[in-house]
């Protein structure tokens, strides 16, 4: 039986420019509702999440959200 996460959110900020960069990172930036530097947004600590942060690591800021 798989245990569901605790409800806890990040706050991600895009640090980078997805300009000449593949495709696949823009999408995922748009997936993630980023699409302008040094916007953030607070999105929920799940492993889709996770994966998607993981794929553009390079281009954001994670921080644990302040409760």
Do not use: F, M
């Not at 997936?31 to 600590?45: I, M, Q």
């Amino acid at each position: 039986r798989r245990l569901e996460p605790i409800a806890k959110k990040l706050n991600i900020t895009q640090t980078g420019s997805p300009i000449g960069r593949p495709d696949y990172q823009r999408k995922t930036l748009v997936a993630l509702g980023l699409n302008k530097l040094h916007r953030s947004r607070l999105v929920d600590d799940t492993p889709e999440n996770r994966g998607r942060i993981e794929r553009v690591k390079h281009l954001l800021r994670v921080e644990p959200a302040k409760s």
